[in-house]
């Protein structure tokens, strides 16, 4: 039987790694694990495992960028540098009136097609 | 290891070549290098051609770029290979060219490096730079260098007490010393009023990726500059004009490529360790080195990377520099060239420019006002992505 | 002066515009450009300041410098109405020159922007002196701007984040004939003013005097080997 949830419209996502064997948490995705060895297989994932990174994070740095690359219209925007609370750190889009180092935040997932080619799930992080 | 030592240097000005070809561009500076070492003629003896170059690709729409100068040079059939780091290709390219001498393939060795990147505009230009970034999680977020850059000046300013006017005093220093150089992109000193001080300064000085100013940032530019390495212990090492400035020591190191994965974002740890090599390769420490060319792409890493080499201690190299210990006249002068802040940064050429400037220094060939006074030991850093990838070199004067 | 009954005719009808009050700016070399508005009498240095970039194509200095004497020209004889013309100078010598105009009392329409001396962002303090006088000194509501130059389009449209109202050509129209045609608007320019537009006010004597005479520039970078 055809899997028909395969055409929801999905929420974007973007996914963090954990090795089964030993538990170690990665953002991005490693092609081997540092503290067992354990490879990655990027067909099968055997022997890893994936979930959802997002929510509650803390700002460790920021910055509004006012030279924008090719693609984006905006005047500036800015981007800051967050950890969440199983230690795991990203970057991403920051929208916050006033941005203070420290500050707790919420990481959520949109997806942007201001980069050149396909559509990509970015971090907006937001209060 | 062998006694790898540098007898020729050329260097283009730095600026807008963008009408030029690329490869017209790399063998004026390859051309220099051979005249300086009297060997235009003989240039078919030449054992191995290394280029570094970053994005000709992106920017030229030119691949195989190592293979083309050779042709442009008439120099078939030399060997030539081309090495890319992203920004640290000079350097590495240096690297490699020294490894040629030292596995006893190579007795001379041409190493040049160029990039021409104003042949796109400079959205185009910073969309291009972005992608040495890690894909997934930087690159598509819409992050560039300059972003990264703001991002540790920030973290820099709140732990170490860094101040604006500290990274207006480098721009300063760094103007004031490239307005003296023949090669720099931008030869006009900026006053501290204009860009700190004065009532104007917020605007004339405007921000890029805030907290870092626009006089914090190096401009776009296009250049290349080229070295002519030998084997000091062969016999061909005899048929050179001038002295070999001896290559003492050249290493380099990686970090994570996500610059959030480091352990403390605000600790270069490639850096740290490839000056480490390098000392250790060249029998010295941090405080037998003369001056310095420290890649300050953006201000912060002049400071960051002076302390890392172990020139200051962490978070006060700043303090040292409101002295003026790292001007022309002080006791460290740093970024006698005028850095890449005044200079200019053709990616791929500021490695081996770095090195030209060790060796004009080290030879006595600067220019009046800049000649640091009795140098014995130079060292440059090159510094590749966000310092995910970085090359120390070391060199002497014999 | 009595006009004939024919150069009456030939004269657009006239609003009074405010006079632009003098600023000066370090720009980052540390020289110091007061930036003023032109005077009839002096339209000779600006002529002569633009007429050599007539050959220069690069950076779409022919188009701008034509196009500009043009409009100075037709300012000083009394063709076109409501015009204004900011020139900034370093000692004296002509560093870049703006023209623009007053449409109605609340409409402006930006003519053109020319630097003289590059790499020191002239031209960017001048536009924003430009956009100063018609927003705050002559209280207009919005300006039209257009661009001929990339480089242009990447100060104004892009950092001022002007609105775009190309879509609605050919009822907003430029009198350049630009199209697109973007507009800034008051709150857009409360939104940048602060972080595009400097200048210390009153300007002191020294500097004044200083700029009294306009000096046509000896060199171009523009032009290299120029003799005037």
Not at chain 2, 71 to 87: I, K, T
Not at chain 2, 115 to 125: D, L
Request: aromatic residues 8%.
């Amino acid at each position: 039987m055809i899997d028909f949830s395969m055409y929801e419209v999905k929420e974007p996502k973007i996914s963090a790694y954990r090795c089964t064997s030993c538990g170690t948490l990665y953002y991005p995705a490693p092609m081997v694990c540092k503290t067992c060895n354990c490879r990655r297989d990027p067909v099968t994932n055997k022997g890893w495992e994936t979930f959802d990174l997002q929510g509650p994070c803390t700002l460790l740095s920021w910055t509004r960028l006012w030279n924008l690359p090719e693609g984006y219209t905006k005047k500036n925007m800015m981007f800051g540098i967050v950890e969440f609370e199983n230690g795991l750190r990203a970057s991403g889009q920051l929208e916050v009136e006033d941005p203070q180092t420290g500050m707790k935040l919420v990481a959520e997932v949109v997806e942007s097609d201001e980069r050149p080619g396909k559509s990509v799930n970015v971090f907006v992080f937001r209060q | 290891m062998a006694n790898v030592g540098i007898v020729g240097i050329g260097h283009t000005k730095f600026g807008n070549s963008s009408e030029y070809d690329l490869s017209d561009v790399l063998s004026y500076a390859a051309f220099d290098a051979l005249e300086d070492a009297n060997f235009l003629s003989r240039r078919r003896e030449i054992d191995q051609v290394i280029v570094g170059n970053m994005a000709s690709g992106l920017f030229c729409h030119q691949s195989a770029v190592a293979s083309a100068l050779v042709s442009r040079m008439d120099m078939e059939p030399v060997p030539a290979e081309l090495v890319e780091n992203g920004p640290a290709s000079g350097a590495s390219a240096i690297k490699i060219g020294y490894m040629a001498i030292a596995s006893g393939m190579a007795d001379i060795v041409l190493v040049v490096g160029g990039e021409i990147m104003r042949k796109v505009s400079g959205w185009v230009g910073t969309d291009y730079v972005a992608t040495m970034l890690q894909t997934e999680t930087e690159y598509n977020m819409g992050l560039t260098l300059p972003a990264f850059g703001g991002m540790f000046t920030r973290m820099y300013m709140e732990r170490y007490g860094l101040t604006q006017r500290d990274l207006a005093l480098l721009a300063v220093k760094n103007h004031e010393n490239g307005s003296k150089n023949k090669y720099a992109h931008i030869q006009a000193p900026i006053s501290i009023e204009a860009i700190s001080d004065g009532p104007e300064a917020a605007v004339v000085n405007t921000y890029v990726a805030e907290p870092l100013r626009m006089y914090s940032t190096c401009p776009v530019s296009d250049g290349a500059a080229a070295l002519l390495l030998v084997n000091m212990d062969s016999e061909k090492a005899k048929s050179f004009p001038k002295k070999p400035i001896r290559i003492a020591g050249i290493a380099s190191a990686t970090d994570t490529h996500c610059v959030h994965n480091r352990k403390d974002p605000l600790v270069l740890d490639a850096v740290r360790i490839a000056a480490e090599k390098a000392y250790a390769m060249a029998g010295l420490t941090p405080k037998d080195i003369s001056f310095a060319e420290l890649h300050d792409a953006f201000s912060i890493l002049e400071l960051a990377i002076s302390e890392e080499v172990g020139f200051f201690e962490k978070g006060k190299s700043y303090l040292s520099v409101r002295k003026g210990e790292t001007n022309i006249d002080g006791r460290l002068p740093i970024n006698t060239s005028g850095g890449l802040k005044s200079k200019g940064h053709p990616v791929g050429a500021t490695g081996v420019s770095q090195a030209v400037e060790l060796v004009r220094q080290l030879r006595g060939e600067a220019e009046k006002g800049r000649q640091v006074s009795n140098p014995h030991y130079g060292m440059s850093v090159n510094f590749g992505g966000f310092g995910n990838n970085v090359v120390a070199l070391i060199c002497a004067k014999e | 002066m009595a006009l004939d009954a024919m150069e009456k005719t030939l004269r657009p009808p006239e609003l009074m515009l405010k006079a632009y009050p003098p600023k000066v700016i370090t720009l980052a070399s540390g020289e110091k450009m007061v930036v003023r508005e032109a005077k009839r009498e002096e339209v000779g240095a600006l002529l002569g300041t633009l007429y050599p970039l007539f050959g220069v194509a690069k950076d779409f200095y022919d188009i701008v410098s034509v196009r500009m004497y043009s409009e100075i020209l037709g300012w000083y004889r009394y063709r076109v109405a409501n015009e204004f013309v900011l020139v900034g100078t370093i000692d004296g010598v002509i560093a870049g020159i703006v023209t623009s105009r007053a449409v109605t009392a609340e409409l402006g329409m930006s003519l053109h922007t020319l630097t003289i001396k590059r790499g020191l962002r002239v031209g960017a303090q001048l536009f924003a002196a430009k956009m100063e006088h018609h927003l705050d000194v002559l209280g207009e509501e919005e300006v039209y701007i257009v661009a001929e130059s990339p480089n242009g389009f990447k100060r104004w449209m892009i950092e001022y984040q002007l609105e775009d109202r190309s879509s609605q050509f050919p009822q907003v129209r430029h009198e350049l004939g630009g199209v697109p045609t973007y507009v800034l608007t008051r709150p857009l320019w409360e939104a940048v003013r602060e972080s595009k537009c400097t200048g210390t006010r009153p300007v002191s004597p020294e500097d004044l005097k200083s700029s009294e005479k306009l000096i046509m520039p000896s060199e171009y970078s523009q032009i290299p080997g120029f003799k005037r």
